[in-house]
């Protein structure tokens, strides 16, 4: 014998449940951020192993692991002045597991590159700042023998060819303030983009370019053994680690400000609490003395803005690095 439902009837006992379908499938979506993480996360890093941007890495990554009690694996994909590793976590599964440790190099990306597969501001979610790291300008005595920017600029002058300055590639910050550079002292200058500060570091050591402007954190362990000599910081003030070693403004180029920040970033999609969680994990890590302490021994300030005031850092220097590449007419097809 066959029993029929009315239709009103039927239609009421589908809706319930679907609805209790729905919520059964929301409250499993609760527990998973709740319990979130339950597997190893992976941290990616935009550049190859030694540079600056590694080495921030790997010391969040150590203490992240023991406050989230998963392992936060540090992974190296470097190319395109950091645009490959950040295209990969913005199209990465927003579920917390994949990270970038993005640094400034993308607000000036953004404008160099004509073409990218990822918008930084929109497919990224800022988590929080780590560092303020300054760039420093520096030259290898043994093959460019200028103890300051004025005798740097004359030798530049005197070279046929000018002189070679290397970066960790197209869009980055070095690139930028070497254009800024010889934009305001008439210095000829020759770019080399590497994939990062490791492969320039080496170069620069061996004499195959002249000059850099990367961070201090890369070139302080040679500076301080006489290596390589450091003539100017970038940024507005001197740095605690090098507080002999003047700022290109007291060297003589008026307003010249210009440091690398570096920071974690999630897919834009992560849910909230996830982010939440891993913003106020960092935070309490970057405020730590012995962190700090560590952060200051490699040349780092420690950072600590919100993720709202880190975003509007973000968004305020995509505009001022727009001006900045336009000026200089910095572009990669």
């Known amino acids: 014998m066959r029993l029929s439902l009315p239709l009103s009837l039927f239609r009421r006992t589908c809706a319930v449940a679907l609805l209790g379908a729905s919520l059964a499938g929301g409250a499993a979506g609760a527990a998973g951020q709740a319990d979130w993480p ?127 300055y290397g970066s960790n590639g197209y869009g980055t910050a070095q690139h930028l303030i070497g254009t800024q550079f010889q934009a305001a002292t008439g210095a000829p200058l020759l770019h080399v983009p590497y994939k990062g500060s490791g492969p320039l570091t080496t170069d620069l050591l061996g004499g195959q370019v002249a000059m850099s402007f990367d961070t201090i954190t890369t070139v302080l362990p040679h500076i301080k053994a006489g290596k390589l000599r ?39 999609a992560t849910p909230q609490p996830v982010l939440a969680r891993l913003s106020s994990e960092v935070e309490g890590i970057t405020s730590r003395p012995t962190f700090r302490q560590r952060m200051a021994a490699a040349g780092a300030e420690p950072m600590n803005e919100t993720p709202a005031q880190f975003g509007q850092r973000i968004a305020e220097e995509t505009r001022k690095f727009a001006k900045l590449v336009k000026e200089g007419n910095v572009t990669v097809e």
């Open 230 to 268: 450091a003539l100017a910081v970038t940024t507005a003030r001197r740095s605690d680690a090098l507080p002999d070693v003047p700022t290109l403004q007291q060297a003589g180029l008026a307003g010249f400000d210009i440091g690398t920040w570096f920071g974690v970033f999630a897919p834009a």
């Open 38 to 164: 339950t597997h190893p996360i992976t941290l990616i890093v935009p550049f190859p192993t030694g540079g600056t941007t590694d080495v921030l890495a790997r010391a969040l990554g150590d203490e992240l692991s023991r406050k989230l009690g998963q392992p936060v694996i540090v992974e190296n994909r470097p190319g395109a002045g950091a645009t490959i590793g950040a295209d990969y976590v913005a199209k990465s599964k927003p579920d917390g597991y994949t990270l970038l440790m993005g640094a400034v190099h993308h607000t000036i990306a953004t404008s160099v590159y004509k073409s990218l597969g990822y918008d930084f501001q929109k497919d990224l979610a800022p988590i929080a700042p780590i560092a303020m790291v300054p760039n420093v300008l520096t030259v290898n005595p043994a093959y460019t023998p200028a103890r300051d920017v004025a005798e740097l600029v004359k030798l530049a002058k005197q070279a046929p060819h000018g002189l070679t």
